[in-house]
C-alpha cells in the first residue's frame, strides 16, 4: 500500500525513448508552429510584395456648388520603390531563428532524455547494489555476529551494533529506491509524459525483521 | 647391547625375568609409601599422548634420528584442524627418547617454506651443535639437511625447538621431547611426556597468530585441546611419572587430583632426594621443564590439568561485557523483536552454555560429557584414570564408585 514499487526488469531504450519525447514534447511542439507563423507570414509576404496598399473608401462631400457627391474610392499603390524588401528580410530572419530554436530544443529534449536516463540507470544500480550486495553481507553479518554471539565470543552490544548495521544498509536500500523512482520521474518530464514500465520484479531482498520499510 | 636395551624396552613388561638387566638397579630413595622399584628392563618407554617416539637406527655404534621440518595439519579436537608446523608430520614433533651415553646423529631436514635451525634445549654439547642459527651455524635453508651429532653426558627430560625465527616457529607448533634416560633408570611403570602450548587462532580460521604475546585462546596438550586429550590410563599401585614441557609465553600450574606428587626433575636432570617435597600443583614456567611422580594408590577418575582457569577453556574472548548479576527485564524480549535467535547470557555464570552455535574450526569454550553432566572443560585438561585389576592400558571407561564414596544429593 504504502510501499514503492520495486525496480521494473527492463529500462526502455534510448532511441525509442528519444523519438518519443522529440514526438511528444509539447514546447518543442509550439516552437515548431512558431516557426510555421513566420513561414507563412514570409510566404505571404513574398506573395504580395508586387502589390501595393488599395485603399477602398466611401467619399461624401459637398460642392461649393451646391450639390453633394457621394461615391465609393478606390486607390491603387505602385510599388515602384518599396517592394517589401524590408519586411522580407525581417520575416525570414525570423524564420531562420524560428527554426534554429526548434532545432536547439529537439538536441536540448534529447540531451535531457539521456541524461535523465543515465540517472535512471545509475540509480537503478545503486538499487541493484544494495539488494544483491549490502544487505545480504549485512545480513550474513548478523548471523556471523550471532553465531560468534552464542559461543561467547561477542557481546550483545557486538551483536546489536550489527543488527543496527543490517536496518541502515536496509533503511539505505530503500533510499537508494527512492532515488531511483525520483529519477525515473525526471525522465517521464523530459520525455513528456508516461515511460512505458515492464512488469514489476518479485521483491528483494526481504525486509529485516523488525525493520518494516 | 645399547640395542637390545632399546628391543627390550618395548615389552618391558614381560622382561622381568631377565636376569642379565637385572643386575642394575635403581639406587635413588623413592618417595615415602612408593611400592618397590620392579627393574624389569633398562628403562620403561615414555608414552606421548596424542604421539608418538621417534624411531632410532644404529650405524656403526651411532643412533641415527631423522626429524623433518615441516607443515602439519593438526586436529586439536574434534571439530578443529590447526594450520601448525612441526615435525615429522606432527605437533610436538616425534618424542626422541635416548639413554645416557648414546653417540647421537641428529638428521635436520627444512621443508618448511622459510629457513629453520634445530637448538637441543637443555643438552650440554659443543657449542658448535647448539643449533643458534647465525652463532654457531648458518641457518638451514628450505630444502637443506643439517646433521647435529653429540654424545649425550646427561639424563633428564629435555627438548629441541628451532632457534631462527623462534617467535613464529614456536608459536606455530615446532617442539618436541628429548628425553635421556639415565642409564641406570628409576623404574616407574607408567611415563607420560605432556608438552604444554598456547596458541591464539582466531575463531573461525586455522592458522595461529604468531604476534599474539598475551591474549592465547587455545592451551593445548601436546597440541590437543580437551576433549580432544587422551586420558592417562594407569593401574592402581603403579609408579607414574609426568613429564612436563613448556615453551609458551605463560608459566602452567600443573594441577592433579586425589594424589600427591614429587617433582623429581626438571631439565637440568633429576632433583636430589632430599630435595624433593610433596605437592599437588607445579608451575612450569616458560622455557623449561618438570618432571613429578607419584604412586596411583586412589583408583579413580582424576583431573590433571592447568590451575589457571582460562587455560581449561577453549575458544573465548576476553572482552565481552561481564553480565553476571545484569538483571535484563524487558531489554531481552525488545532485543529478541529485531533477533529473534537472542539468548540472554551469562547474567547467572556461563556454565550450561556448552553448544549453542560457533564458527566454523573452533571447539566449544566447555566440551566434555561424563557420566553426571557435562564436564565444562576444555584447553589444558585430560583425566588420569587409576583402576584396579586391569590387564591393558586401552581406555576402561567411566570410574564405577563403589558403595557410599559418593556425594550425593539430600534433602537440607
Known amino acids: 500500500v504504502d510501499k514503492l514499487p520495486e525496480l521494473p526488469d527492463d529500462e526502455v531504450d534510448l532511441e525509442h525513448l528519444e523519438s518519443l519525447a522529440v514526438r511528444r514534447r509539447l514546447d518543442l511542439e509550439a516552437a515548431h508552429e512558431q516557426a510555421m507563423a513566420v513561414f507563412h507570414a514570409l510566404a505571404m509576404a513574398k506573395s504580395y510584395r508586387w502589390l501595393g496598399a488599395t485603399p477602398v473608401a466611401a467619399v461624401y462631400d459637398h460642392a461649393p456648388e451646391g450639390f453633394t457627391v457621394a461615391g465609393p474610392g478606390v486607390g491603387v499603390e505602385l510599388p515602384l520603390f518599396d517592394q517589401k524588401q524590408a519586411v522580407i528580410a525581417r520575416l525570414e530572419g525570423q524564420l531562420r531563428a524560428a527554426l534554429a530554436r526548434e532545432t536547439a530544443l529537439a538536441v536540448d529534449i534529447r540531451s535531457e532524455v539521456r541524461s535523465a536516463r543515465s540517472r535512471v540507470l545509475a540509480a537503478r544500480a545503486v538499487v541493484d547494489r544494495y539488494a544483491r550486495v549490502v544487505v545480504p553481507l549485512r545480513q550474513r553479518v548478523v548471523a556471523l555476529t550471532q553465531e560468534r554471539y552464542d559461543a561467547m565470543l561477542l557481546g550483545t552490544y557486538q551483536l546489536l551494533q550489527a543488527k543496527q548495521s543490517e536496518v541502515t544498509a536496509y533503511r539505505e536500500f530503500i533510499e537508494a529506491l527512492r532515488d531511483y523512482w525520483i529519477a525515473r520521474a525526471d525522465l517521464e518530464r523530459a520525455a513528456g509524459g508516461t515511460v512505458p514500465a515492464a512488469a514489476p520484479r518479485p521483491p528483494a531482498p526481504s525486509p529485516a525483521p523488525g525493520a518494516s520499510p | ?370 557420566p553426571f553432566g557435562a564436564i565444562e572443560m576444555g584447553g589444558m585438561f585430560t583425566i588420569l584414570k587409576v583402576r584396579e585389576g586391569i590387564t591393558t592400558y586401552e581406555d576402561p571407561g567411566w570410574y564405577q564408585h563403589p558403595a557410599g564414596t559418593q556425594a550425593r544429593k539430600v534433602s537440607a
Not at chain 2, 605432556?194 to 592451551?219: C, H, K, Q
Open chain 2, 1 to 370: 647391547m645399547i640395542t637390545r636395551r632399546h628391543i627390550l624396552s618395548g615389552v618391558s613388561a614381560l622382561a622381568g625375568g631377565l636376569g642379565l638387566l637385572r643386575t642394575r638397579t635403581a639406587t635413588a630413595a623413592p618417595p615415602a609409601g612408593s611400592p618397590p622399584l620392579q627393574a624389569a628392563g633398562p628403562y620403561t618407554p615414555v608414552v606421548t599422548p596424542n604421539g608418538s617416539t621417534l624411531p632410532w637406527v644404529m650405524k656403526d655404534g651411532v643412533k641415527e634420528l631423522r626429524l623433518v621440518a615441516e607443515p602439519v595439519k593438526r586436529e586439536f579436537a574434534p571439530g578443529m584442524v590447526v594450520d601448525c608446523w612441526g615435525y615429522n608430520g606432527q605437533t610436538p614433533g616425534p618424542t626422541i627418547e635416548l639413554v645416557e651415553g648414546d653417540r647421537v646423529r641428529l638428521f635436520v631436514t627444512n621443508h618448511l617454506p622459510e629457513r629453520t635451525s634445530m637448538h637441543w634445549h637443555g643438552v650440554l654439547l659443543p657449542n658448535g651443535m647448539d643449533g643458534v642459527a647465525g652463532l654457531v651455524q648458518p641457518h638451514i635453508l628450505p630444502g637443506e639437511t643439517y646433521v647435529y651429532e653429540l654424545t649425550l653426558r646427561q639424563h633428564g627430560t629435555l627438548m629441541y625447538h628451532p632457534h631462527s625465527d623462534e617467535m613464529v616457529q614456536l608459536a606455530l607448533g615446532m617442539m618436541g621431547f628429548l628425553i635421556v634416560h639415565p642409564k641406570v633408570p628409576e623404574r616407574v611403570d607408567r611415563d607420560f611426556a605432556i608438552f604444554l602450548a598456547e596458541w591464539a587462532i582466531p575463531p573461525g580460521t586455522s592458522r595461529p597468530n604468531p604476534l599474539v604475546m598475551l591474549d592465547f585462546n587455545t592451551f593445548t596438550f601436546n597440541s590437543r585441546a580437551w576433549p580432544g586429550t587422551d586420558t592417562l590410563v594407569v593401574k592402581k599401585g603403579d609408579r607414574v611419572r609426568v613429564r612436563l614441557a613448556n615453551l609458551s609465553m605463560d608459566s602452567h600450574p600443573i594441577h592433579i587430583h586425589g594424589h600427591r606428587f614429587q617433582v623429581t626433575g626438571t631439565d637440568a636432570g633429576p632433583i636430589p632426594v632430599s630435595a624433593r617435597f610433596h605437592e599437588n600443583t607445579v608451575d612450569v614456567p616458560p622455557g623449561t621443564t618438570r618432571d613429578f611422580e607419584l604412586v596411583a594408590d586412589n583408583p579413580g577418575d582424576w583431573p590433571l590439568h592447568c590451575h589457571k582457569s582460562h587455560h581449561t577453556m577453549n575458544a573465548m574472548a576476553h572482552d565481552v561485557p561481564n553480565m553476571i548479576g545484569v538483571e535484563p527485564s524487558s531489554a531481552d524480549a525488545n532485543i529478541q523483536k529485531v533477533l529473534p535467535g537472542y539468548m540472554p547470557m551469562g547474567g547467572s555464570g556461563m556454565g550450561g552454555m556448552m553448544d549453542m552455535g560457533r564458527p566454523k574450526n573452533t571447539l566449544p569454550m566447555m566440551a566434555g560429557k561424563g
